[in-house]
T-cell receptor, first 113, second 111 residues
C-alpha cells in the first residue's frame, strides 16, 4: 500500500519557470490537500479538494493552481515561479471531514533561484 | 492572535526523561485533537488522535485535552533517541474538513 506519493522529491527552478508537483493516493480518500512548510512557520494550506472536480482555496493560494479530475490525483501547478515559493510542499489526503487524521506524502523540496 | 499556539522549542532532554509538549488554542469549537510526528525531511505522520476532553494512552505516549482551558498536551514517557523529531499539534471542529496546525516543537532526545 503506497499511501500518498509525491513527485519529484527535489527540484530547482529558475525565476519565471513553471512546473507541476504531482500527488497520487491509493486509499480512495475523497479529500486531498496541498500544504507548504517553511522553517518556523508550520503548515500553510494552499488548496484543497473534497472530491473529483471540486477544489477550493486555502490560506496561501496566490501563485498556485490545482485541478482534480480523478479521486486519486491532485496536481499542484506553479506558474511564473518566484523565490518566495521556495519551500517544502506536502500533499495529504483524508476521509470526508478529515477529523480522522490526514495521511501525508513525503514532500517535494523546491528551490527557486 | 493565532488560532493555535505551540512553543517551537527546540527542546532537548536526556534519554529516559518524561517529555511534555503543549498547545493552546482560541477556537472553542475545536473538538478533534491530534498530534503528528515529523522526522527530518519526511512528511508528518499521525501519532495520536483524541475527541473532546480527556486522556488517551498509547504505549509510551499520552495525549491530554483540557477544553475548559483550551490546552492540549502530549506526554512521552521513557523517551528514546528515536523520538527525536518535530511534533505538531492539529485540531478541527465537527464538519470542517480542514485541520488547523500548530507550528511544531522540535524535540531532541540526548543519549
Amino acid at each position: 500500500n503506497a499511501g500518498v506519493t509525491q513527485t519529484p522529491k527535489f527540484r530547482i527552478l529558475k525565476i519565471g519557470q513553471s512546473m507541476t508537483l504531482q500527488c497520487t493516493q491509493d486509499m480512495n480518500h475523497n479529500y486531498m490537500y496541498w500544504y507548504r512548510q517553511d522553517p518556523g512557520m508550520g503548515l500553510k494550506l494552499i488548496y484543497y479538494s473534497v472530491g473529483a472536480g471540486i477544489t477550493d482555496k486555502g490560506e496561501v493560494p496566490n501563485g498556485y493552481n490545482v485541478s482534480r479530475s480523478t479521486t486519486e490525483d491532485f496536481p499542484l501547478r506553479l506558474e511564473l515561479a518566484a523565490p518566495s515559493q521556495t519551500s517544502v510542499y506536502f500533499c495529504a489526503s483524508s476521509y470526508p471531514g478529515g477529523t480522522n487524521g490526514y495521511t501525508f506524502g513525503s514532500g517535494t523540496r523546491l528551490t527557486v533561484v | 492572535q493565532k488560532e493555535v499556539e505551540q512553543d517551537p522549542g527546540p527542546l532537548s532532554v536526556p534519554e529516559g526523561a518524561i517529555v511534555s509538549l503543549n498547545c493552546t488554542y482560541s477556537n472553542s469549537a475545536f473538538q478533534y485533537f491530534m498530534w503528528y510526528r515529523q522526522y527530518s525531511r519526511k512528511g508528518p505522520e499521525l501519532l495520536m488522535y483524541t475527541y473532546s476532553s480527556g486522556n488517551k494512552e498509547d504505549g509510551r505516549f499520552t495525549a491530554q485535552v483540557d477544553k475548559s482551558s483550551k490546552y492540549i498536551s502530549l506526554f512521552i514517557r521513557d523517551s528514546q533517541p528515536s523520538d527525536s523529531a518535530t511534533y505538531l499539534c492539529a485540531m478541527a471542529n465537527f464538519g470542517n474538513e480542514k485541520l488547523t496546525f500548530g507550528t511544531g516543537t522540535r524535540l531532541t532526545i540526548i543519549p
